[in-house]
T-cell receptor, first 115, second 115 residues
Framework: AQSVTQLGSHVSVSEGALVLLRCNYS??????LFWYVQYPNQGLQLLLK??????LVKGINGFEAEFKKSETSFHLTKPSAHMSDAAEYFC?????????????FGKGTRLSVIA | GAVVSQHPSRVICKSGTSVKIECRSL??????MFWYRQFPKQSLMLMAT?????????EQGVEKDKFLINHASLTLSTLTVTSAHPEDSSFYIC???????????FGDGTRLSIL
């Protein structure tokens, strides 16, 4: 079974400050890991994915995440927050090499950016 | 541009009405699509897996007679909420993987409001 825990349902940062959104996973098999962003009343947009290549993954909009197997973590970071980054962020996991399987999502973290 | 199209984006209707939501993969074939439901300020919960050419697989607790899924072709899956009631009001999102072990791409979601 797989699960995802996102620490902090709401994170607030100042514009220009570091963004850190935490994600820990539990998986009995090697996982694929994803971060998605959701703006109000919209679907989910893929930010980045980890699929067993480099452990430091760079995504869109300046975000990146590092896969740490020893810590079972996949935290999302961005060096400098922008007002447009305010949204809901979801970490998700799926089993690796298992064909088309649904994602298991964390509960989400709402990011607020203060001017 | 969007790779998964979901329609309609918003539906408001009276209790007892049946509502059909379409999910289309654009420029790729999807033998599998997923339907999720999202309550306000909560995460996405998988409802069912839509399989082209066979019956959908429903998650525990999801009424298959209430939420009818038809995967009519390799690019179209539909979710019909039959005899909808106010408790069915929610945000419904579909997704489809671009291929085996590829990230899922999401539609923009359908906001369903039952009066």
């Amino acid at each position: 079974a797989q699960s995802v825990t996102q620490l902090g349902s709401h994170v607030s940062v100042s514009e220009g400050a570091l963004v850190l959104l935490r994600c820990n996973y539990s998986s009995s098999v090697p996982p694929y890991l994803f971060w998605y962003v959701q703006y109000p009343n919209q679907g989910l947009q893929l930010l980045l994915k980890y699929t067993s290549a480099a452990t430091l993954v760079k995504g869109i909009n300046g975000f990146e995440a590092e896969f740490k197997k020893s810590e079972t973590s996949f935290h999302l970071t961005k060096p400098s927050a922008h007002m447009s980054d305010a949204a809901e962020y979801f970490c998700a996991v799926s089993p690796r090499n298992s064909g088309n399987t649904p994602l298991v999502f964390g509960k989400g973290t709402r990011l607020s950016v203060i001017a | 541009g969007a790779v998964v199209s979901q329609h309609p984006s918003r539906v408001i209707c009276k209790s007892g009405t049946s509502v059909k939501i379409e999910c289309r993969s654009l420029d790729f074939q999807a033998t599998t699509m997923f339907w999720y439901r999202q309550f306000p300020k909560q995460s996405l919960m998988l409802m069912a897996t839509s399989n082209e050419g066979s019956k959908a697989t429903y998650e525990q607790g999801v009424e298959k007679d209430k939420f009818l899924i038809n995967h009519a072709s390799l690019t179209l899956s539909t979710l019909t909420v039959t005899s909808a009631h106010p408790e069915d009001s929610s945000f419904y999102i579909c997704s489809a993987p671009l291929g085996s072990n590829q990230p899922q791409h999401f539609g923009d979601g359908t906001r369903l409001s039952i009066l």
